[in-house]
Structures are given as structure tokens and as C-alpha cells.
């Protein structure tokens, strides 16, 4: 048997090659996802928990983005300025906070950074502010 795996992988280094990089791919998100301190909603998943439960919105587009709109009562902080205005957030550290951006990647990084200041009941919205709209889901302009 351990001949015919050398003889296949020696014919096949390509074929080989490429699957053992997609199996280290499949570890490192494996990895990734299980060592997150947040967890991810849909927006479905965020309505419910803002119906349900206490919940703080927080949006971490820069604010020429929020022009099109965002989602009512939100916090504004900029991505990356979330390390230094976690303070501003401290008041809600008992409540769930709902973090989005424009389509989910930034807001990882700003739950990560909560993460590390404390806050544990942290979600990202997948797909961020354009899964919302697309949704149907309101937004406010103001």
C-alpha cells in the first residue's frame, strides 16, 4: 500500500502538491475560527437578539461610508480607532454588541479588539451593512 502511495504521489506531484496545500488551508481557518472570541450573526440572527436582549450596535466604517446610511442607534467608531475609544464602549460591557462594517471583514477586527478589552458577549454581523440591506432590513440616513 505504501508503495502505491510513493509510485501515485511520484507520477502526481501536482495533484499531491495541491492537495496537501488545500489541507494546510483547511487547518490554518480551522485554527482561525476556533481561537475567535466572537461569534458571527446573520442579520435575521441580529434582529433577533436586538428584539430579545439588550444590544448595542456598533459601526466601524469611517464615517464618509456612512453616508448611505446605517443602522439605527448605532455607536460610530472607525475601525481603527477602536483601541483607543474602547472607553466610550464601557458603559455596555454587560451587553451584547453587535459590530458591523460595510460586508463583515473589519468587524472582525474591531470584536477582536474588544476582545482583548474585555467585552465577551461580542458578535459580528455577516456580510455587514450590505447583507442588512439587502435584507431589506432599515437604515437610517440621519
Known amino acids: 500500500m505504501f508503495t502505491q502511495i510513493t509510485e501515485f504521489s511520484a ?31 446573520t442579520p435575521a440572527g441580529a ?30 467608531i472607525p475601525v481603527g480607532s477602536v483601541g483607543q475609544r474602547v472607553g466610550e464602549l464601557d458603559k455596555h460591557k454587560d451587553k ?4 458591523y462594517c460595510k460586508t463583515g471583514a473589519r468587524a472582525g477586527i ?13 458578535y459580528s454581523l455577516s456580510g455587514g451593512i450590505t447583507a442588512w440591506q439587502e435584507a431589506h432590513l432599515p437604515v437610517s440616513r440621519k
Do not use: W, Y
Open 96 to 99: 451584547n454588541i453587535i459590530v
Open 11 to 41: 507520477n502526481h506531484t501536482l495533484l499531491v502538491g495541491g492537495f496537501v496545500a488545500l489541507l494546510i488551508a483547511v487547518f490554518i481557518n480551522e485554527f482561525k475560527q476556533a481561537a475567535k472570541n466572537f461569534s458571527s450573526l
Open 47 to 76: 434582529i433577533q437578539l436586538m428584539n430579545n436582549e439588550d444590544a448595542v450596535l456598533l459601526d466601524v466604517r469611517e464615517p464618509a461610508e456612512t453616508v448611505v446610511g446605517k443602522i439605527a442607534k448605532a455607536i460610530q
Open 110 to 122: 474591531a470584536c477582536q479588539e474588544l476582545n482583548k478589552a474585555g467585552f465577551e458577549k461580542v
